[in-house]
């Protein structure tokens, strides 16, 4: 079946399909490859970010941990100890040896319950400052909770600097309200530990709260710390799962469309996001994939080109084939019709002389070998040149043809029987394993029926076309006859049917 559908179209059809879907696999293929690695380049992408989240979160959680452990330390010393001036003394240096000790705090500062400042981790204590209408100061007023918190960043008041206030409330002996403690955690140093991330140069890193405030961000810029990007697809999605997780989403800043891994810190009410910008992290992948589609496309043309050539070659291959086959069929066929030509009289159709002498060559040897009889009749139209003279030459061509046709139908048709044109009128039949008799009585039945044809032959004592005819048989013997007696004998007996007056059959004496 394989064989059949392949047989029913050409060759050349079925180069051209091969080429194709050669140049077509080699171009799926590339598409497929650079599909692969552009899913590895986003997976990469994803794993990067996600890294950096973590990293972040971790390090943000510490920080703050960090100085919350001295917030905790001050509230419980001031809770012990009092206020008193001494006491205040040693919380002032507690303060200065863990602001030198903790890189991320700008300060630590004591509130009382109206909000001036009671002590601060400054050397020199300078005139006291109030911050009661700090949004850090009225939580602690306007809530009992004794944990940490994390207020909204802030330019400080005493360096001017974005810090990030980290407080805890002060309780009186009787559980009121006595104040404030506050850590201020410098954005800056969030700043540099967010610069250290290879991010690109188009990704961008944050530190948010889960009120939707911006503590920090890279690239950095003031006028964006505090902003609220509650109104941000990023913060509804972080809102929606408060974990971690991460998605493609479009800066309110830059516009640039980014993915984002976003995570909560561990202990505080913030979360820490981190995005590539997917454009420029696809970059190397879309260069090396551009490089490589043009390599595969230009290879495409060439195998395409070259197929193209080569279908041309095998069809013009195919075409010759065609045309040979056809020149020998042509050939052969010329061969055949000289072949038959050169054994064949032009006039009457019937053998010519050249044949009658090679069968009767072959038949007279066969003769010989089975003992056989060989009979041969020679025929001769009477007053032929009279009936040229009389009605033209062309009607006797056609007097000719007509009694070949006759001999021919009337002549038996065995195999080595034949009829043929032995030179001008004369008309000679071989018959082998024939009788003297069986040949007298086709010559005898030849001449009555060319008789009465009854064609007008002015020129002729009978008044019609007649013919004569010698016959002669032969069994001949090795050594002692040959082929050309038997036609000799004829020929005599048919001179013989002349001198005996024409429109006669005679029989040989013997050969
Ligand atoms: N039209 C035509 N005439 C032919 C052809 N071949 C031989 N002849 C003529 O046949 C005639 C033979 O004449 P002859 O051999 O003299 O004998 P005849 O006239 O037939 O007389 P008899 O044989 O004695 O009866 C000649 O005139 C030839 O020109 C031929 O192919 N066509």
């Not at 004591?110 to 601060?120: C, H, I, K, S, T």
């Not at 009410?269 to 090396?288: C, G, I, K, N, Y």
Request: hydrophobic share 45%.
């Amino acid at each position: 079946m394989l064989r059949a559908m392949f047989k029913r179209y050409t060759i050349t059809f079925w180069a051209t399909l091969f080429v194709g879907v050669v140049c077509l696999s080699l171009i799926a293929v590339d598409v497929w490859r650079s599909l692969i690695a552009r899913d590895a380049q986003v997976q990469e992408i994803q794993r990067l970010t996600s890294n950096v989240a973590r990293a972040m979160a971790q390090h943000a959680d510490d920080t703050i941990k960090a100085a919350d452990t001295s917030l905790a330390d001050i509230v419980e010393r001031i809770e012990t100890d009092g206020l008193g001036a001494p006491a205040l003394a040693r919380v002032h240096r507690q303060m200065q040896a863990q602001v030198a000790n903790l890189a991320q705090l700008a300060g630590l500062f004591v509130y009382d319950e109206g909000g001036q400042w009671l002590v601060n981790s400054r050397a020199v204590l300078g005139p006291s400052l109030n911050n009661a209408d700090r949004e850090y100061f009225v939580y602690h007023r306007t809530h009992d909770g004794r944990g940490p918190h994390v207020g909204e960043p802030v330019i400080s008041r005493t360096s001017g600097k974005w810090i990030i206030p980290v407080s805890r409330r002060l309780n009186k002996a009787d559980g009121s309200f006595g104040g404030v403690v506050l850590a201020t955690l410098d954005i800056d140093y969030f700043s540099r530990f967010y610069q250290s991330f290879d991010i690109g140069a188009r990704g961008a890193v944050a530190l948010i709260s889960n009120q939707g405030v911006l503590m920090v961000r890279r690239p950095f810029d003031d006028n964006r710390v505090g902003t609220s990007l509650r109104d941000n697809p990023l913060f509804q999605a972080y809102s929606a799962r408060h974990g971690s997780g991460s998605g493609m989403f479009v800066s309110p800043y830059d516009d640039e469309l980014r993915f984002n891994s976003y995570r909560a810190l561990e202990h505080y009410p913030l979360f820490v996001t981190a995005a590539l910008s997917q454009e420029e992290m696809l970059e190397h992948w879309r260069r090396d994939s551009f490089t490589r589609s043009i390599g595969v496309i230009v290879l495409a043309a060439l195998l395409g080109f070259f197929g193209k050539r080569l279908v041309g070659q095998i069809n013009l291959r195919v075409q010759a084939e065609a045309e040979l086959r056809q020149a020998r069929d042509q050939l052969e066929g010329a061969n055949r019709t000289l072949e038959r030509l050169a054994m064949q009289d032009g006039l009457t159709g019937l053998a010519n002389r050249r044949q009658l002498d090679v069968t009767l060559g072959n038949e007279f040897s066969r003769a010989v070998r089975h003992a056989d009889t060989l009979s041969f009749v020679m025929i001769d139209v009477d007053y032929f040149k009279q009936y040229n003279d009389l009605y033209g030459h062309g009607a006797g061509d056609d007097c000719l043809r007509t009694v070949s046709k006759l001999i021919r139908v009337l002549t038996p048709k065995r195999a080595g029987d034949v009829v043929a044109r032995y030179g001008g009128e004369e008309i000679g039949i071989l018959m082998p394993n024939t009788e003297l008799a069986g040949a007298l009585a086709v010559a005898e039945r030849i001449r009555q029926a060319i008789e009465q044809l009854q064609t007008a032959h002015r020129g002729s004592p009978f008044g019609v076309l007649t013919i004569s005819a010698g016959v002669a048989a032969i069994t001949p013997r090795r050594g002692e006859h040959a082929a050309g007696m038997l036609v000799e004998a004829a020929d005599k007996a048919l001179y013989a049917a002349k001198a005996g007056g024409r429109n006669q059959v005679v029989a040989a004496d013997g050969v």
